[in-house]
């Protein structure tokens, strides 16, 4: 739990300080990303994408590792211990290029990526954990011991109902500016 506590405290101090550098060099405002803006004198847009390379290759065995596995126990039926042989291989390379073609292929795949994620970063930093929380009271703690936590109930389901109002009201602004900078570039 410390290591949890400490680790969101330095993503959240690196994002305002992050977010705050970069409203007061685009103070003017962003037309497109915030790379296409950096000027292509430095060696700072290189540098970012050499950032975004790494990180993306050091994310992506944690998404595409899991969800080949379910994959594959779905289509093998393959029962829990045995081993998973080398078929769990081609169910993860046939994931990462199937995700791969997508994002080359889908136009304007970064307006695609941008909803995703802003609707997925909202939805599970504001309405998923007091859900799990509540989820987790209902089955891990008597019926009294749930009464005498009425307060902590309550302050869930505000915390829910506040988390998918917020999921909702960021999601509908990212779609919005989505299709406005869409319209805008057909217009060009």
């Keep these: 739990m410390k290591a949890t506590h400490a ?3 330095v993503v959240f101090l690196t994002y305002v300080v992050i977010g705050d550098i970069i409203s007061i060099i685009f103070v003017q405002g ?3 990303d915030i790379i296409s803006e950096l000027p292509t004198s430095s060696a700072l847009p290189t540098v970012i994408r050499l950032l975004m ?6 994310t992506v065995p944690l998404i595409i590792i899991p969800a080949g596995d379910l994959i594959h126990d779905k289509i093998i039926q393959r029962q829990k211990g045995a081993p998973p042989g080398k078929s769990v291989y ?6 990462a290029i199937f995700c791969a073609l997508v994002s080359v292929e ?3 795949f970064i307006y695609v990526i941008s909803f995703v994620g802003c609707f997925c970063v909202a939805l599970t930093s504001f309405a998923y954990p007091p859900l799990l929380h509540l989820k987790c009271l209902y089955k891990f703690c008597s019926v009294e011991k749930r009464n005498s936590k009425m307060k ?5 389901v505000i915390l829910l109902c506040c988390g998918v109002l917020i999921t909702g009201f960021t999601s509908v602004l990212t779609f919005k500016s989505m299709m406005d900078q869409m319209k805008e570039r057909k217009l060009y």
């Design 106 to 108: 889908v136009p304007k």
């Design 7 to 9: 680790s969101l405290i």
């Design 152 to 156: 902590l109930i309550l302050t869930d």
């Design 30 to 32: 962003i037309q497109s």
């Design 53 to 58: 390379i790494i990180t993306v290759l050091t």
């Design 90 to 95: 081609i169910v993860r390379l046939l994931i």
